[in-house]
């Protein structure tokens, strides 16, 4: 063999080696679509997720679809109801806590057969019943329109309460109402869940409160202001802010009690069209596009976007 084939040898012999030895990685999340399509018209606001599922409900009918995170499909899960279908809740029995918007009400859904279990009426117009979050003992959901957090008791193994047992708790103490303007907004609970933390959309401030009293405090975030905050979602001591009109998230390291927090950077994507809130499955972050921008028609696009956290 000459020399000159015997250098094209090795060559292509110590290429083949340093391909093998670096093989492609697999991220999280694979193979799953990045972009999810609803029905045309649909007009998202609400997501919650639970295993392979994600659950978002229409601001225009209170239908509920049904998204399959695996591979994009989607099914219609509970049809229009007349009012709307705002923030969800997924909880461990399989069932969807749903805030019923203008229409002064929330209903809890079965997951499985989109039967309604539940109904319940919190409160008549002017209202605005935007949010929800499930602790262990209660249902707490906010109004845009009021300055109040209504509470639905859960009884021994998540029993559901009657309509009778349903409370409002006036808020005191920093937070302020200011009339024609959504206020109340997103709902999750302390990392040490003695408190709960809402976000007043038009002031961009957060609030811790005690869902014991109704007493509010600011959360002092130096130098994070989180004007159009909408869907919140905590992470353990980790707090995701969707700020709807400016297409981000904002990322907020909280202490436990949830009285403080440090700015840790935005999320943005270029698939981003007015995002109202969040959801977590499979290592990803998922966001429906609530497209306020653009005006709603029957064949007006919508979509689910994944982003990494």
Not at 34 to 44: H, M, N, R, Y
Not at 139 to 153: C, E, G, I, N, Q
Request: glycine fraction near 12%; proline fraction near 7%; charge should be positive.
């Amino acid at each position: 063999m000459n020399r000159r084939l015997r250098t094209v040898l090795a060559a292509v012999l110590a290429a083949t080696v340093v391909t093998a030895a670096a093989p492609a990685q697999a991220h999280p999340g694979a193979g799953r679509p990045d972009v999810i399509a609803l029905p045309d018209g649909f007009q998202p606001e609400g997501i919650a997720t639970a295993g392979r599922y994600a659950y978002l409900g229409s601001r225009a009918t209170g239908a509920i679809y049904r998204a399959d995170l695996t591979d994009g499909t989607g099914e219609l899960l509970s049809p229009a109801t007349g009012t709307p279908s705002l923030g969800l809740k997924v909880d461990r029995r399989g069932r969807l806590f749903v805030a019923g918007g203008t229409g002064g009400d929330a209903r809890v859904v079965d997951t499985r057969t989109g039967r309604v279990l539940a109904s319940y009426r919190l409160a008549a117009a002017p209202t605005f019943v935007n949010d929800v979050v499930l602790t262990e003992r209660a249902a707490y959901l906010t109004d845009s329109y009021r300055p109040v957090l209504y509470r639905l008791p859960l009884g021994r193994d998540g029993r559901l309460p009657s309509a009778n047992a349903v409370t409002t708790i006036p808020l005191t103490g920093e937070f302020q109402q200011v009339d024609g303007a959504i206020n109340l907004n997103g709902i999750v609970a302390t990392p040490d869940g003695a408190g709960l933390i809402v976000v007043q959309s038009n002031t961009g401030t957060l609030f811790r409160v005690d869902p014991a009293t109704g007493a509010t405090t600011a959360v002092d975030v130096p130098g994070q202001s989180f004007t159009s905050g909408d869907g919140l979602l905590r992470a353990g001591r980790t707090l995701y802010v969707v700020r709807n009109r400016l297409n981000e998230i904002a990322v907020v390291r909280l202490d436990r009690a949830g009285t403080a927090g440090t700015p840790a950077g935005t999320i943005t994507d270029g698939a981003f069209d007015v995002p109202t809130t969040v959801a977590a499955a499979h290592g990803r972050l998922y966001l429906p596009n609530a497209r306020f921008t653009t005006a709603p028609t029957p064949t007006t696009p919508y979509t689910v976007v994944a982003v990494r956290p």
